[in-house]
Nanobody, 122 residues
Framework: QVQLVESGGGLVQAGGSLRLSCAAS????????MGWFRQAPGKDREFVAT????????DYADSVKGRFTISRDNAKNTVYLQMNSLKPEDTAVYYC???????????????WGQGTQVTVSS
């Protein structure tokens, strides 16, 4: 069992930056692939980024590639999402998730956080 708690969301102007954190409970954090997803108002939840268990492999949605960076610190049981050059269309609730396989698919992830709101004003 893994419990995930996101933090770091907030209101930011377009062009600004935010760093989201996701703290995981338990001693098996390093055995999970981690992902970030987001859900904008009136839209389905979508993939944002994923990172391998060791942190040496990452993948991103085309919409955030070059602007967002996912990273993890297994010693701190934490995964991060650095978001730069934010746009109004990045406004969404951001969720972190833990899974046992490398995937961009939501159903591959077994554990989810409660989400953190990111709002980008124009």
């Amino acid at each position: 069992q893994v419990q995930l708690v996101e933090s770091g969301g907030g209101l930011v102007q377009a062009g600004g930056s935010l760093r989201l954190s996701c703290a995981a409970s338990g001693r098996t954090f390093s055995s999970y692939y981690m992902g970030w997803f987001r859900q904008a108002p009136g839209k389905d939840r979508e993939f944002v980024a994923t990172i391998s268990r060791s942190g040496d492999s990452t993948d991103y949605a085309d919409s955030v590639k070059g602007r967002f960076t996912i990273s993890r610190d297994n010693a701190k049981n934490t995964v991060y999402l650095q978001m730069n050059s934010l746009k109004p269309e990045d406004t969404a609730v951001y969720y972190c998730a833990a899974g046992s396989t490398w995937s961009k698919r939501q159903y591959r992830y077994d554990y989810w956080g409660q989400g953190t709101q990111v709002t980008v004003s124009s």
